[in-house]
């Protein structure tokens, strides 16, 4: 693959993030002839903290293994990309877009419905555990949730809080991190009762929002206090991740959502915030019965000039106000059933139907049956009106807390987002947070990993790759790709033969590399896949995933105890350093004599091959000729 200035693209209409750039693309259909090919537009923008005043794009084409010759003379595709600059020629901060894709779709015919590209709550493929909630025997129910996530550059950020029955609530404020969505590590926590500088006692915290913008971090969350009693909205900012837990802990940091004519201070909580076209969005929970969804616009994420556009969940309630299931014709009067959102919810964007999309989730707490339900609303802008489409009970009977709820996304591009939810999977009464990572054009997904992850210098290790079938029907003509990034030489050796795959649903299959190391340093590998459709014999490619990291050193020099490449009496000096001084481990073999123990005798085998000519170290047989 050629690549011209600054070394942003991927092969074959996959974004990724180098040097300071964020891609992401939209995609479009077009026929010539008789061939239906896809077009991508490109839009780049800019997560440095300097501006970038000028970007080359290139062109480029690619032949797969397998095919049909087509009229532009390969065998399949042709990317060709044009780059547009706005805004003077310095590409804007990226901030966090409200999704725009086809993970979520809006149909009107042959009647109002709203449809997932995938069945989320059967999906096992697509998410897993992020973050357990704090198990305690002693508590009736707990949850780790009320989350957010956040990509910042290579890593992935979650902020949420831990809660349970005894601690009244909220107790504990935490930040997650991993590069790969599956692993997870606790950056920093933060208990409720060490925050200082505060007038009241917060007795409980719920539902946050993690953000960057121009370099600058921003918290949004919402406590309970011992004097109001009631939910407020707040918002924190520092300059790192890191530096958030000390503006959260001190008081004097945390600024009243406010307007300067309303105060979010007095029952209101959960804030979701998201950009779109330039503005800055809030949903958050009016803590009412029944609760109020309320989506907010303004200029600037600290939302002090916010005007309340709608409130979302009324079109809902006034939808069921005289179903029999409330027990009453009044939604308001919470005996007859309690229109509860667990969480604001989130609002998606139809690119298909240009409809935007609310997701909220409502449960019932009246007498009988206590169901939980996603329900819908849609609309042709956020400003409204919004109408109620449909809803689905995805809980029959729960009956303890309900932690099916506080949802929050991260867009990648328009064909991927990452999803964080609140979700009691197992009905244990506790709230595990969990993680779902979407694609949606391609069913095929690749792991890339190597064994092992540290080599010298001509070693062979292996680079492997799984490929898995995520749909419900036959994958065809799947083939493995593979780019080096360092010196080396990387060769297919194991997997079907010749390289590509047919998978069936739900299965996967494993391709191997035989990779030999050149020069020290750090390698990685990118690797993915690509299928022809067998009717178009148009190309549908993975997302690229990136091997762990490699070191690459020089092979280890038997003897040579201290590191510096050569055999010295400093060798012999190291050794007695480490067994009588506790001194640091031979970097080389410092088993010179070869009898499986590292005593005097080694130091001893050095000296006399320094300087009485003796058996090298570690030759064969030495440890016989002393």
Same mark, same amino acid.
């Given at each position: 693959m050629r690549e011209i200035g600054v070394s942003v693209t991927r092969l074959i209409l996959v974004a990724t993030e180098r040097e300071g750039l964020r891609w992401s693309r939209v995609t479009t259909s077009q026929v010539w002839g008789n061939i239906n090919w896809k077009r991508a537009i490109f839009i780049a923008s800019c997560i440095s903290l300097l501006p970038m005043n000028s970007v080359h794009a290139h062109a480029e084409s690619n032949d797969p293994a397998r095919g049909r010759s087509g009229s532009l003379g390969g065998f399949g595709y042709q990317e060709r990309m044009t780059l547009e600059f706005r805004g003077g020629g310095v590409l804007p901060d990226d901030g966090i877009p409200l999704c725009a894709t086809n993970f979520i779709r809006y149909r009107s015919s042959p009647s109002d419905t709203v449809e997932f590209v995938h069945d989320i709550m059967n999906d096992s493929l697509h998410f897993w555990v992020a973050v357990p909630a704090e198990f305690d025997a002693a508590m009736s129910w707990s949850a780790a949730g009320g989350g957010s996530i956040l990509k910042d550059g290579s890593i992935y950020y979650i902020a949420l809080r831990q809660r349970s029955a005894e601690y009244a609530g909220g107790k504990e404020w935490q930040i997650w991190e991993s590069t790969n969505l599956s692993f997870w590590t606790k950056t920093w926590e933060l208990d409720r009762d060490s925050v200082s500088n505060r007038s009241d006692t917060v007795l409980s915290m719920e539902a946050?929002?993690?953000?960057?913008?121009?370099?600058?971090?921003y918290?949004?969350?919402?406590?309970?206090?011992?004097?109001?009693?009631?939910?407020?909205?707040?918002?924190?900012?520092?300059?790192?991740?890191?530096?958030?837990?000390?503006s959260l802990k001190d008081g004097n940091a945390w600024h009243?959502?406010?307007?300067?004519?309303?105060?979010?201070?007095?029952g209101h909580k959960d804030p979701r915030v998201f950009k779109w076209n330039g503005k800055w969005y809030m949903l958050w929970n009016d803590d009412g019965v029944p609760r109020r969804v309320c989506l907010a616009?303004?200029?600037?994420?600290?939302?002090n000039s916010f005007t309340c556009i709608d409130t979302l969940s009324e079109v809902?309630?006034?939808?069921?106000?005289?179903?029999?299931?409330?027990?009453?014709?009044?939604?308001?009067?919470?005996?007859?059933?309690?229109?509860?959102?667990?969480?604001?919810g989130m609002i998606f964007y139809d690119i298909e139907t240009s409809k935007f999309i609310f997701w909220g989730t409502a449960w019932h707490q009246g007498s009988g049956a206590r169901p939980v339900y996603w329900y819908f609303c849609v609309a042709d802008s956020l400003r409204g009106p919004w109408s109620f489409?449909?809803?689905?009970?995805?809980?029959?009977?729960?009956?303890?807390?309900? =932690?099916?709820?506080?949802?929050? %996304?991260?867009?990648? $591009?328009?064909? *991927?987002?990452?999803?964080?939810?609140?979700?009691?999977?197992?009905?244990?009464?506790?709230?595990?947070?969990?993680?779902?990572d979407y694609i949606h054009d391609f069913v095929v997904g690749c792991a890339v990993w190597a064994e092992p992850d540290v080599a010298e210098i001509e070693e062979t290790i292996s680079l492997h790759m799984k490929v898995q079938n995520r749909s419900s029907e036959y994958v065809d003509s799947v083939v493995p790709h593979v780019r080096l990034v360092?010196?080396?030489?990387?060769?297919?050796?194991?997997?079907?033969?010749?390289?590509?795959?047919?998978?069936?649903?739900?299965?996967? =299959?494993?391709?191997?590399?035989? %990779?030999?190391?050149? $020069?020290?340093? *750090?390698?990685?590998?990118?690797?993915?896949?690509?299928?022809?459709?067998?009717?178009t014999y148009q190309e549908l490619v993975s997302r690229e995933e990136m091997s762990n990291t490699v070191f690459v050193t020089l092979p280890k020099i038997c003897g040579d105890c201290n590191g510096d490449r050569s055999i010295t009496i400093a060798d012999a000096i190291f050794l007695i350093g480490y067994i009588y001084r506790g001194g640091s481990v031979p970097s080389g073999e410092g088993d010179v004599n070869s009898d499986g123990r590292i005593t005097v005798a080694d130091?001893?085998?050095?000296?006399?091959?320094?300087?009485?000519?003796?058996?090298?170290?570690?030759?064969?047989?030495?440890?016989f000729i002393h």
């Open positions: 946050m929002t993690l953000r960057r913008v121009n370099g600058t971090y918290l949004h969350f919402c406590v309970r206090d011992y004097h109001a009693m009631s939910w407020a909205i707040h918002w924190v900012k520092a300059g790192s991740i890191t530096a958030l837990k000390d009243y959502l406010t307007n300067g004519v309303d105060t979010l201070k007095n616009e303004d200029t600037t994420i600290t939302f809902y309630a006034d939808s069921f106000v005289h179903h029999s299931e409330l027990g009453s014709p009044s939604y308001i009067d919470s005996s007859a059933g309690y229109l509860g959102p667990g969480s604001p489409v449909c809803r689905e009970k995805v809980v029959e009977d729960y009956r303890s807390t309900v =932690t099916k709820r506080h949802f929050d %996304y991260h867009v990648l $591009d328009e064909d *991927r987002l990452v999803m964080i939810m609140e979700w009691d999977h197992d009905g244990d009464s506790r709230g595990d947070l969990f993680v779902w360092g010196s080396g030489n990387v060769i297919l050796n194991d997997g079907p033969i010749p390289p590509y795959a047919h998978i069936p649903p739900g299965s996967d =299959t494993v391709f191997s590399w035989a %990779y030999s190391a050149q $020069d020290t340093g *750090r390698v990685h590998w990118l690797g993915w896949v690509c299928r022809r459709d067998a009717d130091a001893t085998h050095i000296v006399a091959y320094v300087y009485r000519g003796g058996p090298a170290p570690c030759e064969p047989l030495a440890r």
